[in-house]
């Protein structure tokens, strides 16, 4: 597809409805036991999206949604934005697709196939070591130095080192700890290219380097303690990770978390001298539904975009059609033509 093509494909999205369903803070289902939820920064980023498309945003909580889809009440949509994360029970993060699959709307980000299997770490892990992928070993309770992780749970919470007695009636993951430090890596769907792309990783570093440091629950919570910074992934990491992507059913945007082994502080300026090879890189998990908002690193690794990046250009051609491009509008309208695509 040429930019030509491409720009009539966007102006074809104009003028859509698109509900925005979130999960409202008050909701007090038993199965709704949340540990996070999105507040209006999120909510906003995408209706700002949704009308920079001149497009309708049609903003409702999930409840008064699915009551509206079941008794036939819920006004005419062609999208549906699903923003019903940080639930602790990972059955029910597939509520908003398993309603749009019944009507036949398209959600975005993703069905809940990939929902349920994206955040279920234990199954991730096991695709991604089928795939190729470094996956940290798993440990026995007696070795003390390794890592645990809760199934389900995001932003880091319950993350901790060494082994804990109070997760043994739990969901968890207890593996090897990967000297090194946190790189999350971003992909998006390229409508020019009809393709997904990674796009440039970044890489999570403390104020005082140390291959011992993880990014914890604090440090994602308060947003401070390390530096964030763009970097390259080989040919072969990025393959990998596309193919991690696909098995996964991952057909508009997605996050895959990892560490970069460094087993001294001096290895990491010597690796950010080149593209980060697939040997140095260790799968923790994919993100099917990554926050989007400004200052994210999602926004922060399209910030990172440039010529070598196919989807360069098609960001490009977005700006010449919309004068006030965002972020988020972007991602939204990629997301819109990755599903066209597929359902066609």
């Not at 199965?31 to 001149?54: C, N, P, R």
């Not at 969901?171 to 971003?186: A, L, N, R, V």
């Amino acid at each position: 597809m040429g930019n030509k093509e491409y720009k009539e494909q966007l102006q074809a999205l104009f003028g859509k409805t698109i509900a925005i369903i979130y999960i409202f803070e008050g909701e007090d289902a038993l199965g709704y036991e949340h540990y996070e939820t999105w507040k209006t920064d999120v909510i906003s980023s995408w209706m700002f999206a949704v009308e920079e498309l001149h497009g309708l945003p049609l903003v409702m909580d999930i409840r008064t949604f699915v009551q509206k889809a079941m008794n036939k009440s819920l006004p005419y949509v062609d999208y549906v934005i699903n923003l019903n994360n940080g639930t602790k029970v990972i059955s029910t993060l597939g509520l908003v697709p398993s309603v749009c699959s019944f009507l036949n709307i398209p959600c975005i980000p993703c069905n809940t196939t990939t929902i349920v299997c994206g955040e279920h770490k234990r199954i991730s892990n096991i695709i991604a070591e089928a795939i190729g992928l470094n996956v940290p070993k798993a440990l026995s309770p007696n070795d003390m130095a390794g890592i645990m992780r809760p199934i389900g749970l995001g932003s880091s919470l319950g993350v901790k080192r060494g082994y804990d007695n109070f997760y043994e009636n739990k969901d968890f993951t207890y593996q090897e700890f990967i000297k090194g430090f946190d790189i999350t890596t971003p992909i998006l769907f390229n409508p020019i290219t009809s393709k997904l792309e990674v796009l440039p990783a970044i890489l999570y570093t403390p104020k005082i380097l140390d291959v011992e440091w993880f990014l914890g629950e604090e440090e994602k919570r308060l947003h401070q303690g390390y530096a964030k910074q763009a970097v390259q992934l080989s040919p072969k990491a990025k393959q990998a990770y596309l193919a991690m992507a696909k098995e996964m059913g991952i057909s508009s945007y997605c996050r895959i978390d990892a560490r970069l082994y460094c087993e001294t502080e001096n290895e990491m300026p010597m690796l950010l001298n080149d593209s980060i090879p697939l040997s140095r890189l260790y799968f923790l998990e994919i993100n099917p539904m990554p926050t989007i908002k400004d200052n994210i690193n999602f926004h922060s690794s399209l910030d990172a975009l440039n010529e070598q990046y196919a989807l360069y250009s098609c960001y490009e051609a977005y700006k010449e059609l919309i004068p006030k491009a965002t972020h988020t509008g972007f991602i939204l309208s990629c997301s819109m033509i990755s599903l066209l695509t597929t359902m066609h």
